[in-house]
């Protein structure tokens, strides 16, 4: 593997599979973790420079088509969902912490 950014390794796609195309995503200052979202409405915890990822326990009922994380708070990542739903996730506990469902 050859390192292309911060000294993290170059991934290819099956070193780490989420469970559709990746939609949206927002990353780390460092880029080492962030969270992506799929065309199956699941979005993950990844943790590039472990080379893990965690499905967070609730999932929008439709693709999830925007993510940005707080600038006030590295730990929080709101999604905008296609159906309108908007949530504000604990990255670190996989949970919901606020929403708007239209």
Do not use: I
Not at 29 to 52: C, I, P, Y
Not at 73 to 87: H, K, N
């Amino acid at each position: 593997m050859t390192s292309t950014h911060h000294n993290l390794p170059t991934l290819r796609p099956a070193q780490l599979e989420v469970d559709g195309a990746v939609l949206s995503a927002c990353f780390s200052g460092d880029l080492t973790e962030g969270v992506v979202a799929t065309s199956a409405a699941t979005l993950w915890h990844v943790d590039l420079a472990k080379r893990s990822r965690t499905a967070l326990l609730s999932a929008h009922p439709a693709p999830v088509l925007a993510l940005a994380a707080s600038p006030a708070d590295a730990s929080l990542v709101a999604s905008a969902c296609a159906d309108g739903a908007l949530r504000v996730w604990q990255v670190s506990a996989g949970e919901v912490r606020s929403g708007y469902a239209p």
